[in-house]
């Protein structure tokens, strides 16, 4: 069964905490993003990947960190030096080689500041 | 900053009422795509519109684009309850590669 998977679903982060979202993608594609979506906001990239060990900063990139060591994988690290971090964080992959494709998304990691 | 503006941002219709959600950009564009979100959920691509092409048709759904006035609409015929979601245009700028930029959403409400 291919697609992207995300997890958790939901993640709580204590003040100073770090945190890592997971993205993981069985679909072969080069190249992995991570968007921001603010309650009733549409989408802002965070960074994005188009090769394994590559990756630049999107347009919000402060405040996280990202690694691509395998294909498969692109975690997401919300670091303590992001100040507001509360919002749904969503993952997507393409294959990177053609200008006019569409992305594939995961379901998505709603993250929470307690 | 976010490339594409949508118009309605929130929309209610009876089922089998068509309905019309609007997206501007700003800058030149390789294409320009419409996504479908249902609350909490990730996005479903629907339909992909090249800089070329001024109108495609998938099932119910009528996009067009006029990049004269870089504008584009995305038109759900015979509306069902089941099209209640959030729809995103999202385009790929010129000289930007495969990155997405995304619009602000229109809330779509059918109702019964």
């Known amino acids: 069964d291919g697609g992207i998977t995300q997890s958790p679903k939901y993640l709580f982060r204590k003040e100073g905490q770090n945190v890592t979202l997971s993205c993981e993608q069985n679909?072969?594609?080069?190249?992995m993003y991570w968007y921001r979506q603010d309650p009733g906001q549409g989408l802002r990239l965070i960074y994005y990947?188009?090769?394994?060990?590559?990756?630049q900063k999107g347009d919000i990139a402060e405040g996280y960190s990202v690694s691509r060591e395998k294909k498969e994988s692109f975690p997401l690290t919300v670091t303590s030096a992001q100040k507001n971090p509360t919002a749904f964080y969503l993952c997507?992959?393409?294959?990177?080689?053609?200008?006019?494709?569409?992305?594939?998304f995961g379901s998505g990691t709603q993250l929470s500041v307690l | 900053s976010q490339q594409g503006e949508e118009d309605p941002q929130a929309l209610s219709i009876q089922e089998g009422e068509n309905a019309t959600m609007n997206c501007s950009y700003k800058?030149?564009?390789?294409?320009l795509q419409w996504y479908r979100q249902n609350s909490g959920r990730g996005l479903v691509h629907l339909i992909l519109?090249?800089?070329?092409?001024r109108e495609k048709h998938s099932g119910r759904l009528r996009v067009t684009l006029d990049t004269s006035k870089k504008s584009s609409s995305l038109l759900i015929t015979a509306s069902r309850a089941a099209d209640t979601a959030s729809y995103f245009c999202a385009t790929a700028f010129t000289g930007g590669g495969n990155k997405l930029t995304f619009g602000t959403g229109t809330q779509l409400k059918v109702e019964l």
């Open positions: 990947s188009q090769i394994v060990n590559d990756f």
């Open positions: 997507a992959s393409g294959t990177g080689r053609d200008r006019n494709e569409k992305l594939f």
């Open positions: 679909l072969n594609h080069d190249a």
């Open positions: 800058t030149s564009i390789n294409n």
């Open positions: 519109i090249r800089s070329n092409e």
